[in-house]
């Protein structure tokens, strides 16, 4: 019997229930990450309600009593070509953004049951695009970090009825794989969602010292994408402010977005949305989006979400309440704080990157 996440089990001694193709195929198991360096994949099961429930779908969200199987990579791969996926699915949508810009908010909104399908921050595509950046080769297979997207696309596809459409919406860091994942998913369209620097490092700032350092990370992460960037030292990093890296980190995030949407493999299929339009014409947005995601939400319902509870809840954490005007309010008690501090940080980003707008307008943007 499979036993708690810490304590994964060996293959032979998984019962006839959750075989492997069980694991696959079967809704309540969560193909949930690579473990490189062992090469395999680890499943947690799921109890009813989870995928909906968990702002993101990380092992301390997805509840206490979750259990682990972890399954070698070559199983999986011999299961997967022994059972080929049947034809006439759906192919996925995808939200992809910026970070910090109403990404989870959307991707609540045009959940509805029945119709479609939200999936949060699926670690698997983490572990996709981190593959591509170490330009990762298996040991025990053929197959390399080019073929990773399609196969974490194969495990996290089943988490929809047929009559359902997958939305998919993957942290700001897997942005490096945008043209792969809409390559391998057949998504007709998909759809990028980004903000201005103020309302970025503001939210950031709202949020305080945990999420400058979680900006740390991402940028450890997204300058890797960048050669020019790949090769800064560690004392080149540590040097540069708080808001300084929040700021390049917008900035790069906004570089390799534009860049995805103007690619010739993603020009037409990927469309930007400007989160403050979202924000604060939610009913308006959310038509837009659906509209050109072809998810079949009626006009009626949308309308319904965008005037009921998820506009007054915290996308995050829906046991607290948000509001345009407390977000204005708690934005100007931090600008009035930060002062000069921000007006130098803006001012310096300008400078060393003269063709970039603080309050850009990407391209591709979806008809309003």
């Known amino acids: 019997m499979p036993v708690h996440h810490s304590l994964p089990i060996p293959l032979f001694q998984i019962s006839l229930m959750t075989d492997v193709k069980q694991l696959i195929d079967d809704p309540s198991y969560l193909a949930y990450k690579f473990d490189f360096t062992n090469e395999t994949i680890e499943f947690i099961s799921l109890a009813e309600g989870d995928l909906e429930s968990a702002t993101w779908l990380t092992r301390d969200l997805l509840g206490v009593d979750s259990s682990s199987t972890s399954v070698p990579l070559v199983d999986v791969l011999r299961s997967i070509n022994s059972h080929p996926e049947g034809a006439g699915s759906t192919p996925p949508r995808f939200i992809f953004h910026t970070a910090y810009c109403a990404s989870t908010f959307l991707s609540r909104c045009l959940s509805v049951k029945g119709v479609s399908v939200s999936l949060r921050e699926p670690q698997l595509l983490l572990d996709a695009a981190n593959?591509?950046?170490v330009q990762w080769r298996s040991k025990t297979s053929k197959i390399d970090f080019r073929h990773l997207p399609a196969l974490a696309l194969r495990l996290l596809r089943k988490h929809a009825e047929p009559h359902e459409t997958l939305i998919i919406k993957p942290i700001n860091s897997v942005n490096n794989i945008i043209a792969e994942?809409?390559?391998?998913?057949?998504?007709p369209k998909a759809l990028m969602l980004y903000t201005d620097a103020r309302?970025?490092?503001?939210?950031?700032?709202?949020?305080?010292q945990a999420a400058t350092q979680r900006q740390r990370g991402m940028f450890d992460l997204l300058r890797c994408d960048f050669p020019h960037l790949s090769q800064l030292g560690l004392s080149d990093v540590i040097h540069l402010s708080d808001l300084k890296i929040s700021l390049t980190l917008w900035r790069l995030q906004l570089e390799q977005a534009e860049q995805a949407l103007t690619h010739s493999s993603t020009n037409g299929m990927l469309g930007s949305l400007n989160a403050e339009i979202l924000i604060n014409q939610p009913d308006m947005a959310l038509q837009a989006a659906n509209k050109f995601l072809q998810l079949g939400i009626s006009s009626e319902a949308i309308s319904k979400i965008a005037?009921?509870?998820?506009?007054?809840?915290?996308?995050?954490?829906?046991?607290?309440?948000?509001?345009?005007?407390?977000r204005q309010a708690a934005y100007q008690k931090i600008e009035d704080f930060y002062g000069s501090d921000l007006v130098n940080g803006y001012k310096w980003l300008t400078t060393n990157n003269p063709l970039t707008s603080l309050t850009p307008s990407l391209s591709g943007s979806i008809e309003l």
């Open 131 to 133: 593959a591509k950046r």
């Open 199 to 208: 309302n970025f490092l503001l939210s950031t700032l709202k949020k305080g």
């Open 181 to 187: 994942l809409l390559h391998a998913s057949g998504a």
């Open 307 to 326: 005037l009921g509870d998820l506009s007054t809840r915290d996308a995050k954490n829906m046991d607290n309440s948000f509001s345009v005007s407390t």
